[in-house]
């Protein structure tokens, strides 16, 4: 299902635990990083490789907000609307989102570039309003500040 | 007068990250301390005795939990030291400055911990998303391993001890030890009935210590100054050491702030924060520990910022998340926030946190967009009164007591919101983005 | 033994026992969901939450054990407030499916709702939706919406089965219980996760919408399905005035469920076995005596057979079959019946399909062949009678019996179903099926077990050794004054040594280990 590079990356991932169970995070972000999402079928790989049941994993997957069970956009916009952010106007940030990029909160955009959710604290409170973008935060934001940066994104 | 900065020492200077910066700073000193001079008991004896608890939101007596591991291990059953640097208490950010920034400290004490408790593998659970944290560990690992402070046979002598970074997935119970331990075994983070206390049967039924990240950062300097030192910073003997204060919100400096034990409130939000962030908005309210803490009353707020002090005064220090609101705040529409970062972050295991979460969120946002009724206000606190104490964990309470504060101390909006359908303070939206 | 005291009442209990299973033990009730006596512990429903002096919270009685000098309220103030408000939060986002869900009457919701609820609802908000009737295999339906996160159904999977088909997925208040998308709950256990399930959200798709569990007549008996003779109660149809909705007048057996016994089943019961009596009312019963192909009244049937068989008994030629799924009470009357007429090659047919399991299945699908080998003796059936005595039921997916189609003997067959070998016979006279009369099964282990009749038998039906009798008395033989199967028993348990100090009384519900356990 993949190849040789990475099962050797899973298999150096394996031999950090006593038990190949717990393995199974690590090893369904090394789907995500290649994937993008975790569909089913990695979803029965990652089962089979780790001795556990679909079923297991699916758990996993559904449980863990950060696995993707659908693609995303390229560039996806988690803003954090949780108590702190909220004080400093992260609500105002994502409405000011959805109307740039003509998408509601939990959606994606037609073209696929762009996807914007609300997630809880992303402890970054200081920088408040603040958003992830993939993978880096972007602190201390005015609404200046994120159009500059949505701009410039490929 | 300025405090010494002890845990936030390094914070800031350049490549701080580096371990050549650590180790010019005296870094890596106290490991070869313990490793050639002292045994794993009588570190712990020392620990216990400077005081420390735990810096998580339990502050339970760190010398006390070490000192629950087994004192031989059994070769089948390893002993595992597991750092929980899972940090997603809303208001909280300080475990993440010592990780960027300072990652060699948070190795030293992880190291010196697992000593400690005999252990030969130590897990660092990482939030999900503390993606550039995790990679600054991981360097940082790599480097501790080329110059054998970590790995096999640590500075030359019969001990190894590995180190992995463990990355969580988006769970803020992961935070909670026992449901910890279930995601690093590879399940939905679930916690677990007790006993077993983790120290008995823990990660794969074997002896468990898990420490907070700052928890451990204290540890090199208790061993290198030692006991008595930590015991003079603070308010001995029960809230003692240095402290990072995480504080956010309507203030004018927001960020992590290191004091001895028991900062003053007012002098944390008054000098080191700049003051209120708009003059014309008074101090409103404070949630001194992290979102799952009873808020305080402006004038509720002289009060010491230690372990004490706060339970004193019917709130707990917590993760020292302190989150300051203004005049402009409807506490109604903040207290939805939290309730909604609940109901958002229960496991769904047990029935009190799975179906009472939802219900006070539920009810908060009816009454916060007015169509609250009379007998809502009492029946959020009915509720929260059903959920404490009857849960698996600490979730269910951490959702349960803030509601109930909230609806006690103001009142007040709350009957405002039901009575006129509308806020009696203005609506955050007002706040604009700076 | 740790003394504590429970409601004032001191007594002793085993260390390491729990509160709840002292209770339990003692038949105090302490309301429960997620706990169940053959898995692991969850403590997840907070049902059983008790008052322990001393502790800051109350305790759940499923995972505390007893301590020394421990004292229990279960039914205290304290208590009863937790279990009120444990019950209103159950039932919050619970269904209002009473009214078309097969567990009422049956449900522990409905049950608690009315002994420990406050009988009122403050909940006003909209409540969550979830899947409905979802074919998550061929025995079984999930209604995400009913579920209680118990766990019980993914425990069975995981710990009794080792199939791992059933999970939680998502988190917090939308968990729901599924079955990963493509896979099936097709473990050979399947319907036990439909018992396990305190309330309606497993259901069994064949009980689906057949009856109210309140117009069932349970029986206890025993599993005709393979050797293993697991427990069961058998639940037949009650509403005599209603057709159902297979197009059967009731008084058919509705369902079958396992009964614990910890010496054969435990709590659990394969699917065949659960489902056996679906192949019972499939198979064509025979409305009334046969004779020479016609229907004939039951005496003139009788005095037919009994001809035949005693010129071949006492000539010699006389062979005959006997099915493994024969009552003790069935074999030992027609072996005693034909020596009176003379002699018989005897033998017992052999229903062998599969293998053994880890659990309980078993490849021997006689679930009296023990008895019957006891009884009649281990020799194969014969060959070359020329008048050959069919006894039972002998219909199965494979080696069913049937005689050779080349053979000239003249065939009399008794037994409950329409067969090769009824179809052949020159008498053919119906005889009661496994769920119509009282009798003993012997399982592999050599333990016996008590077969009740659950419900009358079907038309000119009559019990097999009543049969034997009949037939003695029309061959002008001295037969045995037997009434009932219990009278048999006790007959049979004098002249075969297998069966010393059985008697009816001795057996019990649960068995009793005959004098000769045998291996295999």
Known sequence: ?154 | MPAERILTRNVGRPDSTTLASYEANGGYQALRKAVTSMTPDSLTEEVKKSGLRGRGGAGFPTGLKWSFMPKEVDPKRPHYFLINADESEPGTFKDRLLMEKDPHLVLEGTLLGAYAIRASVAYIYIRGEFVYGAGVLERAIAEAVAKRYAGKNILGSSWSCELVVHRGAGAYICGEETALMSSLEGDRGYPRLKPPFPAASGVWKCPTTINNVETVANVPFIVERGADWFLGVGKPPKNSGPKLYCLSGHVKRPGVYEAPLGLPMRELIEELGGGMLHADRPLKAVIPGGSSVPVLRADECDVDLDFDSLMAKGTMLGSAGIMVMDSSTCMVAAMARIAHFYHHESCGQCTPCREGCGWLERVLNRIEGGTGLQQDLDLLISVSENIIGNTICALGDAAAMPTISFVKKFRDEFQHHVDHKACLTGTLALQGVR | MPRVTIDGQEMEVAAGTTILQACLARGREIPHYCYHDGLTIAGNCRMCLVDVEKQPKLVIGCYTPVAEGMVVHTDNDKVKKARSAMMEFFLINHPLDCPICDQAGECRLQDYAVTYGSGTSRYTEPKLALAKAVDIGAHVTLDQERCIQCSRCIRFCDEITKTGELGFFERGERSQIGIFPGRRLDNPYSGNVVDLCPVGALTLKEFRFQTRVWYLKNTSSICAGCARGCNVVVGVGQQQTLMTTSGQLDDRVKRIVPRVNTEVNDWWICDEGRLSYQREQASRRPEAPVVSGGPATYDDAIAQAASALAVAARAGTLGAVFSPRLTCEDLFAWKTALEALGKAAMGVHVLKRGDDDDLLIRADKGANSTGARWIVGAGAPPERARTLLVLGDTLDAADTYAPDPKTEAQIVHVGPFVSAASERAVVSIPAASWSEADGTFVNFEGRAQRVKRCHLPLGEARPGWRIALDLLAAAGVAAPAWTSADDVLVSLASRVPEFQGITPEALGPLGVPARRAVGA
């Open chain 1, 1 to 154: 299902m993949h190849g040789p590079e990475f099962e050797a990356r899973v298999d150096a991932i394996v031999a950090k635990y006593p038990q190949p169970k717990a393995a199974v995070l690590p090893v369904l972000w090394e789907v995500q990083k290649a994937r993008g999402w975790v569909d089913p079928a990695s979803e029965a790989w990652v089962a089979s490789r780790l001795g556990v049941s679909p079923a297991h994993v699916h758990g996993c997957v559904t449980f863990y907000t950060m696995y993707k069970q659908r693609p995303s956009g390229r560039h996806h916009v988690q803003v954090c609307t949780t108590l702190s952010c909220m004080l400093r106007g992260s609500d105002e940030l994502v409405a000011h989102l959805e109307r740039r990029l003509g998408i509601p909160a939990g959606g994606t955009t037609a073209d696929g570039k762009f996807s914007l959710v609300r997630v809880e604290c992303l402890g970054s409170c200081d920088t408040a309003p603040m958003f992830q973008l993939n993978d880096d935060y972007h602190e201390n934001l005015t609404l200046e500040k994120v159009d500059r940066l949505l701009e410039s994104l490929p």
